[in-house]
């Protein structure tokens, strides 16, 4: 297995989210005011399954929500993170078993222990950026 890397270029990023079809939302509020779900919302809208991972919800924005990654029994191209830095790692860990492509951690989120271990178990990385901005701005169409 070759190991992940640290993604922080545009066209990287361009290139991953364009050839995602599905990201786990980690920390994902059922709360419509909450920025997790306006951004799942968002991401939902422009074509991407979403999975809630939120212990204690069944179902939110019409998806059944799980508990935690390790519950997850499909493929997932992105684990998108909304958890405070110091709540990563337990995440991570979860995240190297379930193997998605990409690992997100939102704006103002950053672990360089997470990052360490998603890289060496093969996992690229993302920190300190929000995806619905990234998306907005690498790969929406201008409207007309």
């Known amino acids: 297995m070759k190991p992940g890397k640290i993604i922080t270029e545009d066209d990287e990023i361009k290139r991953t989210l364009e050839n995602a079809k599905t990201i786990a ?16 919302k968002y991401l939902k809208n422009q074509g991407y399954r979403i999975i809630p991972v939120r212990p204690g919800q069944k179902e939110i924005l019409g998806e059944k929500a799980h508990a935690t990654l390790d519950d997850i029994q499909e493929k997932v191209d ?8 110091a709540q990563i790692v337990p995440h991570a860990l979860e995240a190297a ?15 360089p222990e997470a990052a360490a271990l998603l890289t060496e178990a093969g996992v690229d990385v993302v920190t300190n950026k929000c995806i619905k901005i990234e998306h907005e701005k690498l790969c929406k169409k201008n409207a007309l």
Not at 78 to 85: A, G, K, L, P, T
Not at 97 to 111: A, D, G
């Open 97 to 111: 078993r379930l193997s998605p492509k990409v690992f997100w951690m939102q704006l103002n989120i950053e672990n």
């Open 25 to 40: 939302i980690v920390g994902l509020s059922p709360k419509p005011e909450r920025d997790s779900n306006k951004v799942a």
């Open 78 to 85: 992105i684990v998108d993170v909304f958890r405070n830095s």
